[in-house]
DNA sequence: CTGAAAGCGCTTACAG
DNA sequence: CTGAAAGCGCTTACAG
């Protein structure tokens, strides 16, 4: 292995000199910089991270904590582990993957072990011991995703406001006003207290009082089977509706499926937006799914830039919000025969949950 | 921080003391035992991973390498990514992720850097730059998929041979015996020499000619959208089909729901059997499909393991072809009127490819 | 602008 | 069974 030593005897200076021109932290002039930088090249010098990272204290390795239990994992898991991945290496940093249990038991040990300067975690839970075990550690950390408590805290996250009044301002634009919400069911053990479902839900109920039409929600698990049945209770419980908008991507799959299985013309007797999807399940859909992209890739870049930025004493990155952005797929258009608006308020908000 | 030489003090014994029982490197009697472990307990010491390291020479670090540039991934990468991650864990060791170009140059400058013991390396072409560098930096590695060229080199892979047969075997068993393959497009350049399209292809038409049964291929790329037009292809070419198997899990739910959309029922009319695919693609279908599921989880475990064994010193694991393992849905049933196989063999391998 | 030297927190011959 | 000491390959005050 060339180290150092060998570069430096090499170009004829000490090491110390070698180490500022590499790490730039102090002036060297351009005589002994040509020196050195030719000696690296002839013998082909690659710095030691190990070694840089005991003597400086900093490795330039964050760890991506997640749950290792759930796996409630969509497709844009490894969106995130790879435009994080991707982020880190841009700025010289190496990702390692920490899968982790939820109560902040595994993740207190390996933040013991030193190896890395931060820590981004992903699938943070409304109330997370996981970042109480990284507030006590001292080490910092970025949250994809947020507590219910969270001041101060660096994160990122989608933008579920936003992504809502875009959603429902599409659908408006084309003339609907009467509109179900196939969401998340919170009852579901694995999904209780689930922020995106949360927030998500709150979202539509406030918006959809701001247009002053009624609350329709069916909970809906997140598998296509689910989303059929609840294509089917759409259709007996809210027969007027001509716009659907699914919360999970699987379901709304199953909401198309159970719609033309039942006769149903896509986008022609009821309209379909698929909330927090990716593209290749949009893709699955006949017709496309029109859908809101999940910026799986922004969270995961974001997040991590906002960890760096922390790491290497920049201004911090304030919160970042990212709406997922509507991607036109082919399963919206106008409703076929337009009703009034005073019509719709009066049906009200009946068998609406909670 | 608390330093081993802090427990040694507390101990009333030597560095090496503590060291050598924290490795069971050499014996240590109980009572000295009993002495560090309580120290160690008191103060809450935990092991600097990065100063082991750099004496020991060995990081217990290990690299997940895989293409950056190219978005192939299907569903399963997430499942090599965290299933590795989980089998690195479990012998104390840590992933980490390294997106790297196929010419190997990113490689080369990762590996001098000296983070890592050991290369796991994902979406292996049939000749790939990266395993030569691999080889010269000396540094262990064990490969997810195989090169053309693979002697002796460590290496996991899906058994196609076994998975086609499996397949072409339960149809039989249904009694079908009119089969095509909608295979992969291998014309595609981002598809060119992509191993698992090869491979399978290749099983298939040897399979095919073990029962005597015509060689029936149509080639498809990877969308939804191309299924369909596959399986329109199908009807056209081979009205006698019925039986289709699709290599790509979501050209399958394009086969699906092409051939529901033009009247068929499906598997009363036309069974379809979907290779290489997880779970939540099935799911999708409806019917549900009846799958050969991709090993994922179990690749990205044993690609783990051959490299920790390598690290270890442990016996070699030797290669490994798993082979994807049936799962019944339901869109596999008997054929509706089965015709003889001596009139399926006259129409021979008329249209099929190559 | 450059160098000598201490030190990061461990492991590992070597000696006893 | 235990210890004193060198060394892993860097960074970083401190001095000049």
Redesign the pocket.
């Known amino acids: ?5 060998d570069v430096a005897q090499r170009a ?9 021109l ?2 730039d ?5 351009a ?2 910089r040509a020196r050195i930088e030719q000696a690296m090249l002839d013998l082909g ?4 991270m ?3 990272a ?5 490795t330039h390795i964050i760890a991506m904590a997640y749950p290792a239990l759930e796996h409630r994992f969509g497709m844009s898991t490894s969106e995130f582990f790879t435009s994080a991945a991707e982020a880190a290496r841009k700025e010289d940093y190496h990702l390692v993957l920490w899968p982790v249990g939820n109560d902040g038991v595994e993740l207190r040990e390996l933040l013991g072990q030193g190896l890395v300067d931060g820590v981004v975690l992903m699938e943070v839970q409304l109330v997370d011991p996981r970042v109480d075990v990284l507030r006590q550690s001292g080490t910092p950390f970025a949250l994809i995703g947020r507590t219910t408590d969270l001041d101060g805290l660096s994160h990122v996250d989608i933008d579920f406001d936003a992504t809502v009044e875009d959603a429902v301002r599409h659908l408006r634009e084309h003339g609907h006003h009467e509109l179900v919400l196939i969401s998340g069911d919170l009852d579901d053990p694995r999904f209780h207290d689930y922020g995106p479902w949360v927030r998500t839900e709150e979202a539509y109920r406030r918006v959809v009082a701001s247009y002053d039409l009624p609350i329709r929600i069916i909970p809906c698990s997140d598998t296509t089977q689910a989303g059929k049945a609840a294509a089917a209770r759409v259709l007996t419980e809210y027969p007027e509706t001509t716009a659907i908008l699914v919360l999970n991507e699987y379901a709304a799959l199953g909401v198309v499926a159970g719609l033309k299985h039942t006769g149903h013309d896509i986008p022609g007797d009821i309209s379909v937006l698929s909330l927090l999807t990716v593209p290749e399940t949009a893709a699955m859909a006949d017709p496309e799914l029109t859908m809101m992209r999940t910026p799986g890739p922004e969270l995961g870049q974001l997040g991590t830039q906002a960890l760096l930025r922390q790491l290497e004493g920049d201004d911090p990155l304030p919160p970042q919000l990212v709406p997922a952005k509507l991607h036109p797929g082919a399963t919206v258009a106008g409703p076929r025969a337009p009703r009034s608006k005073a019509g719709a308020g009066r049906r009200g908000a009946r068998k609406a949950r909670s």
Do not use: E, Q
């Not at 004829?12 to 500022?20: E, L, N, P, R």
């Not at 932290?25 to 002039?29: A, H, I, L, S, Y």
């Not at 010098?45 to 030691?48: A, D, P, T």
């Open positions: 292995m060339v180290t150092m030593k004829g200076v000490s090491i110390a000199t070698v180490s500022f590499l790490n932290t102090k002036p060297v002039t005589a002994t010098y690659r710095r030691n190990v070694a840089r005991l003597a400086s204290r900093r």
